[in-house]
C-alpha cells in the first residue's frame, strides 16, 4: 500500500517539508508487503514442487513408452515370416536395449536351445536382469541384459520392476514362438566377433 497525501493537500504547493506519513500507516504497508512476499514464496514453492512432479512423471511415461516401442519391435521380428531364425534372434537381441534407460550401455546375451546370441558390443556388467524361457514345461533358454550402474537419482534404478516385466514379457514370448521340436540352426558366424 503506497502513502498518498491527503486529498486537501493533493495538486497544492505547499510551504515547508512535504507532509510525511503517520508511523502507524507506514507499520501496515510493511505487514501488508511482508504477507504479500509470504504468499508469493508458498506459491513458488508449490510451482517448484508441481514443477518436479511433472518432471518426475514424463520421465516415467517415457520409460513405459520406449517399454512398449521395444514390445513391439520384438513382436515385429517374431512374427515377420520366413528368414532365418538365427538372424531373426539376432535383430531382436539388437532392438531389445532400447527399451532400457541407456540403450548404448545396455547389453543383452541371449541363450536358446543351446545357441548363444549377444547383442552388438556385448560387455557383462554387474547389474543384470535375467528372464528364463520355457517351452513344454521346460526350460530351452535364458535372455539376460547386462546394465549399467545408476548414476542419476531422479531417474528409476536400473532395477526395476517395469523393466523386470518387460523381460519376462519377451523370454515368454520367445517360448510360445518356438516351434515345438524345432531345431535351430547354428549361428551363421560366432556373435562375439561381430
Known amino acids: ?26 507499520m501496515e504497508a510493511l505487514r501488508e508487503a511482508h504477507a504479500e512476499v509470504l504468499s508469493l514464496q508458498a506459491r513458488i514453492r508449490e510451482y517448484e ?12 511415461l517415457n520409460e513405459r513408452w520406449k517399454e512398449a516401442q521395444c514390445l513391439y519391435r520384438v513382436s515385429s521380428h517374431l512374427i515377420r ?6 538372424q531373426r534372434l539376432r535383430d531382436l537381441i539388437a532392438e531389445m536395449p532400447s527399451g532400457w534407460q ?7 546375451r541371449l541363450v536358446l536351445e543351446g545357441q548363444e546370441y549377444l547383442s552388438p558390443r556385448f560387455r557383462e556388467t554387474p547389474l543384470r536382469q535375467r528372464a528364463p524361457i520355457w517351452a513344454d514345461g521346460r526350460e530351452i533358454g535364458l535372455i539376460e541384459v547386462c546394465l549399467p550402474s545408476a548414476a542419476d537419482p531422479d531417474r528409476d534404478p536400473p532395477l526395476c520392476r ?15 514362438w518356438r516351434p515345438r521340436g524345432a531345431v535351430l540352426l547354428p549361428p551363421a558366424k560366432s556373435d562375439r566377433e561381430a
Do not use: N
Open 102 to 108: 541407456e540403450p548404448d550401455a545396455t547389453f543383452v
Open 81 to 86: 515370416p520366413g528368414g532365418r531364425d538365427d
Open 162 to 176: 517395469e523393466k523386470q516385466e518387460l523381460l519376462d514379457a519377451i523370454a515368454r514370448w520367445l517360448g510360445e
Open 49 to 60: 514442487w508441481l514443477e518436479g512432479a511433472l518432471r518426475r512423471r514424463t520421465r516415467e
Open 1 to 26: 500500500m503506497r502513502w498518498r497525501p491527503p486529498l486537501g493537500l493533493r495538486g497544492k504547493s505547499t510551504k515547508g517539508p512535504p507532509a510525511q506519513p503517520p508511523a502507524h500507516d507506514l
